[in-house]
């Protein structure tokens, strides 16, 4: 199963996944448009095989470092990078 957690801020980029998701049964999506708690995002991190960082290009993400990165680290979670 995958688990995606967190909030999408684009409006598009959360329509276009929440659209790819929606017949897929192994897939849940939690949060979203709604913000989610941080206890929340590490208790799926440290329950995970491994997380995944993927970002669409935009100014938003321009030269930025995802939290997740360091989340992901702290936990010993093994990363993919796409």
Not at 3 to 23: C, F, Q, T, Y
Not at 52 to 72: G, Q
């Amino acid at each position: 199963t995958l688990l995606i957690i967190g909030h999408a801020p684009l409006e598009k980029e959360l329509a276009r996944l929440r659209s790819l998701v929606a017949d897929k049964p192994f897939i849940e999506l939690i949060g979203g448009s709604n913000l989610v708690d941080h206890g929340e995002i590490m208790n799926a991190i440290s329950n995970s095989d491994f997380g995944i960082i993927a970002y669409p290009t935009s100014p938003a993400t321009a030269e930025r470092i995802p939290t997740k990165l360091f989340e992901y680290l702290g936990s010993g979670l093994p990363i993919l990078l796409v």
